[in-house]
Structures are given as structure tokens and as C-alpha cells.
């Protein structure tokens, strides 16, 4: 009989075991992707968060408390990327508070704009981060909900030199007076159609890839590639969903500086 009880418990151990094992599985937290179809990203170790949720209203938002450069330029090059960063992401939700008034808003209010527990402004900020030989970058995604017919999404790009970390400007990365924005427009109008596939609209692609320095603001360096994201609408229609457009380190050689290339 003891043996039996014995066998029994046993037996009951390793269901138990395997129960916990599949749960957690399951319910693991996962590797968050790229904000589009470009180069895998990963989320920082380092996260902050800041959540609120109100009756009309909910919005959640990750900053990184520590990056790289606390090793490779110091604590106080750590501290100013951290702060430019935290403080880039609570102006963005106190931008969203105000033009969603919600302050302020008015039992008349809510009734007109049909307000309750399953309609509600939302904003959601996240980012992930990738690193080149001589670079860290940081890649927010802020999708947002006003009660329109979608969301929307933009992105906000942070990149700091990893040796004096001091954050880099498109114009940072490349060698002065060369031609790159003229470069970054031609070669994205190159290579964004075949991205953009059937939702290709050659007058929006034409528009967002002009020679002008604002429309390659969010860039990122992964180390193989220079990485533009183009928001939806910049390029192509909303139901295409953001562009992650990838362009080989390679072919931008000859304007980067060296140690960007």
C-alpha cells in the first residue's frame, strides 16, 4: 500500500510539473518585433512604465531607464539620453491629454462623443532598441485611438554615438556636403515599391520620399543597414500599414562617415 501511495504521488509530481511547465509557455513574456516586416529589434532590459487608466481614457507608456552608453561613454552621457527620451515620452502624453481635452470634458461631452468602458481615447508608446558597432538606437511607436474611424501610428527615433554619447542628427551620420539626402530619396523611391506591394500608390510614394530632410527623421542603425520607417499615409495608403524600408550600409559607403559604415 505505501508503495502504491508512493507511486501515486509520483505520478502526481510530474502532472504537476508539466502542468507549470506548459503554463508557462504559454503565459511567457515574448520578444517584441520590429514595428514593421524590417530588421528584429528587442526590447531593453532597462524598461520604465507609466500606466493610467480612467473612465474615458486609457493610455500605457515604456521609456528605457539605462542604456549602453553607461558603459561606453559614462553615467552622465547615460543619464542625458535617459532623460531626453523620458522626457519625449511624457510630452507625448501630456500632448495627448490636451488635444483630447480630457481635463475637461463635460457630461455633454461624453454623451456627444459616445464615451464609455468600450469606447475610449487610447495611446499606447512603446519601443524597442538596436545596436550598430558604434551606435545605439532607441525606436518608439506611438499608436494612438481619438475616436475616429482607426488608430493612428507614428514613430520617434533616438540615436546616440556610443562613444561620446552624443545623440546623432540624419546629418550626424554623414560625410558633409555630400548629397545624402538626394541619395535616401532616390534610393527609397527604388526599393519602397516592391515593399509596399499591391497598395503601391506611385503619387504618395513620390511625395513622402522628396529631398527633404523630414522625411527620413526616423532612422535607425542596426549595424548591416540604415532603416527608415515611414509611417502610414507617408508612403502609401493606411491599410499598408507602416514601411520598414532596410537600405544595406553598402550602398550608402561612399557619404557615410567611417565609423558608421
Do not use: C, W
Not at 185 to 203: C, F, N, T
Not at 218 to 233: E, Q
Request: proline letters at 6%; aromatic letters at 10%.
Amino acid at each position: 500500500m505505501k508503495n502504491h501511495k508512493t507511486v501515486t504521488l509520483s505520478l502526481l509530481l510530474i502532472v504537476l510539473i508539466a502542468v507549470a511547465a506548459l503554463a508557462y509557455y504559454v503565459l511567457r513574456p515574448t520578444q517584441a518585433n520590429a514595428p514593421s516586416d524590417g530588421p528584429a529589434g528587442s526590447s531593453s532590459a532597462a524598461t520604465g512604465t507609466y500606466t493610467e487608466h480612467t473612465a474615458y481614457a486609457d493610455i500605457e507608456a515604456a521609456f528605457a531607464t539605462s542604456t549602453p552608453l553607461r558603459q561606453t561613454a559614462g553615467d552622465k552621457a547615460n543619464a542625458a539620453a535617459v532623460l531626453r527620451m523620458r522626457q519625449f515620452v511624457d510630452d507625448t502624453i501630456a500632448k495627448f491629454k490636451i488635444d483630447a481635452n480630457l481635463a475637461n470634458l463635460t457630461p455633454a461631452d461624453v454623451e456627444t462623443l459616445g464615451l464609455s468602458e468600450d469606447r475610449k481615447y487610447d495611446l499606447q508608446v512603446h519601443y524597442l532598441s538596436s545596436a550598430g558597432p558604434r551606435s545605439v538606437s532607441y525606436i518608439f511607436q506611438i499608436d494612438s485611438y481619438t475616436l475616429g474611424a482607426h488608430g493612428n501610428t507614428l514613430f520617434r527615433t533616438f540615436t546616440f554615438d556610443l562613444e561620446s554619447g552624443k545623440e546623432l542628427s540624419l546629418a550626424d551620420l554623414f560625410v558633409p556636403n555630400s548629397p545624402y539626402i538626394e541619395k535616401l530619396s532616390a534610393l527609397s523611391r527604388k526599393m519602397l515599391p516592391a515593399l509596399v506591394g499591391e497598395y503601391l500608390d506611385k503619387a504618395m510614394l513620390a511625395d513622402g520620399t522628396t529631398a527633404d530632410s523630414k522625411n527620413f527623421e526616423a532612422f535607425f542603425l542596426d549595424g548591416t543597414s540604415f532603416v527608415i520607417i515611414f509611417p502610414p499615409y507617408a508612403v502609401a495608403p493606411y491599410v499598408a500599414g507602416p514601411q520598414t524600408l532596410a537600405i544595406p550600409l553598402a550602398q550608402l559607403r561612399d557619404i557615410l562617415k567611417p565609423e558608421y559604415r
